[in-house]
Every structure is written in structure tokens, then in C-alpha cells.
């Protein structure tokens, strides 16, 4: 069973979930009553008339088939190289900056503290912004080899 069909599966238990209880909470007694016997007879739901036991073990058995190995690739691979191209773009700010700040006099000491301050900064974002394409970049890699966990 493929990863849509038991995502439409699950969604259609839910749906029989809610609409169950829906009609239950707008019954009254003697109406519940009369189902409960018609469905009773015809072998239905012998014990329990809304089988929400039976629908709820459904629900969780199709929760579990749905687990990581059944996710949307191509919209993992997708959110990767979108992160890729936001860290590339981030990386080439940051390095205009370092660009402009070599454009600063040297000798002006108090301009000086504050140039080392934002290079400092500037330096640790550059580096955020790497580590983020890469960790994209291995995403990607996982993706394409089926090792999604």
C-alpha cells in the first residue's frame, strides 16, 4: 500500500470519525436505540454500535504505516534547497559587509572597536549561514538514498 493511499485512508477514518459522533450527538435516545437495533441485526455491530473501538485501531494501525519512510520526498527536497539558496544568499551579505568594512580607516580608534565588534558578528553569522547550506545539502543527500528517518 502506497504512502497516498493510506493518507486518503486515514483521512477518510477521521472523516467517518467526526461525522459518527455528529450524528450521534444529534440523536435522540429512541433514535440511537432503533439504529443500534437495525445495525445489531444485520450483524453489523453487535456489541458496540458506532464500532469506535474497531475505528480508532484503524485510525492508529493507518497512523503507523504513514510513519517517515512514507513522507513527501520531493517536498523535503524541495524545503532543502530552499534553505540551500536562503544560507547562499545570507553568505553573500554577510561577505558584502566584510567587504565595507575593509573600506574603513584603521586608524580611527573608535571606530576601530566597533568594526572588530561587527566583524566578530558578522564572522559567526557567515558561519551559521554555511553550516545551514550544508546541512541542506545532506538532507538532500539522505533524501535521494531513501534514508529518510
Partial sequence: MNASTITALLAELHHA??????????MTLQQKAKVHEQLE???VS???????NERHAA???????SKPSMINVAAIRQHASDIGAHAAR???????IFD???EIDPKDRGTR??????ECFTSCALRNGVLMREAAIQ????????HVA
Fill in 90 to 96: 545570507l553568505e553573500i551579505l554577510l561577505l558584502t
Fill in 139 to 146: 538532507v538532500e543527500a539522505l533524501v535521494l538514498k531513501g
Fill in 100 to 102: 565595507r568594512l575593509e
Fill in 17 to 26: 470519525d467526526h461525522i459518527i459522533k455528529a450524528m450521534l450527538n444529534a
Fill in 41 to 43: 441485526s444485520a450483524g
Fill in 46 to 52: 453487535p456489541g458496540d454500535m458506532t464500532r469506535a
Fill in 59 to 65: 485510525i492508529e494501525a493507518a497512523s503507523a504505516c
Fill in 113 to 118: 572597536a566597533a568594526v572588530d565588534a561587527v
